[in-house]
């Protein structure tokens, strides 16, 4: 199992640019989330999905659009990239969302909008 | 406004010394709380889960407990070794069916030999 990737590793855009940053999992995992995590900051909770076809917004949803069209890919869109969006981006999977589910995190995507 | 806060901010000990992190919080109901090990570059890594009934969880060297009544949980390692070098995030979820958690900001260990 290659757990749960993410692409790309690295990535730098100028304001105003759109890009898809690619999140896959490979174990089964109904749950699926993004989180950003930013220089002396906790990581923050951008959108999470509990299935395929279902999506929701967590603490800092602005700026980003999320969808879920199977169960092993929950890809996360920056519509028009702004600056304050610089961040490290991790995806994360667990088997139900359940609150005790282990979540296994993705490697990261680090971003930079110039 | 529910809070995780994790002491000290940072720390640094030499190469089989045994050190607690901790951690205090404000979330309310809460149902679970988890502690993380990240690597420097890497995505976090699920040391322990407890729920509000239990007050003890261990995994390997890494032993955490949790005081419900007082709002606090520590991560004590022992025998530090070189690779326990990382940031240790404790975790704080609501009950009532919520999946936003609430992340503590982290503590940065250093180990030295």
């Known amino acids: 199992n290659a757990g749960v990737t993410q692409t790309p590793k690295f990535q730098v855009l100028k304001t105003g640019q759109s890009m898809t940053l690619q999140c896959a999992q490979d174990?089964?995992?109904?749950?699926m989330s993004w989180y950003r995590q930013d220089p002396g900051m906790g990581l923050r909770l951008i959108h999470y999905s509990v299935g395929a076809g279902i999506t929701d917004q967590g603490e800092v949803p602005n700026g980003y659009n999320v969808s879920r069209s199977t169960t092993e890919d929950f890809p996360l869109r920056l519509l028009s990239a702004a600056p304050s969006q610089t961040s490290v981006y991790f995806c994360?999977?667990?088997?139900?969302?359940?609150?005790?589910?282990?979540?296994?995190f993705g490697p990261g995507t680090r971003l930079t909008v110039l | 406004k529910n809070q995780v806060e994790q002491s000290p901010q940072s720390l640094i000990i030499l190469e089989g010394k045994n050190c607690t992190l901790q951690c205090n919080y404000t979330v309310s109901p809460f149902s679970n709380l988890r502690w993380y090990k990240q690597d420097t570059g890497r995505g976090p890594v699920s040391l322990t889960i407890m729920t509000f009934s239990e007050n003890t969880k261990s995994n390997g060297r890494y032993t955490a407990t949790l005081d419900a009544d007082t709002k606090q949980s520590s991560l004590h390692i022992t025998a530090s070794q070189l690779s326990d070098s990382a940031s240790y995030i404790c975790?704080?979820?609501?009950?009532?069916?919520?999946?936003?958690?609430?992340f503590g900001r982290g503590t940065s260990l250093i180990v030295h030999p």
């Open positions: 975790v704080v979820t609501l009950s009532g069916g919520s999946y936003i958690p609430t």
């Open positions: 174990m089964n995992h109904e749950y």
């Open positions: 994360a999977s667990s088997y139900s969302g359940q609150f005790t589910d282990t979540q296994y």
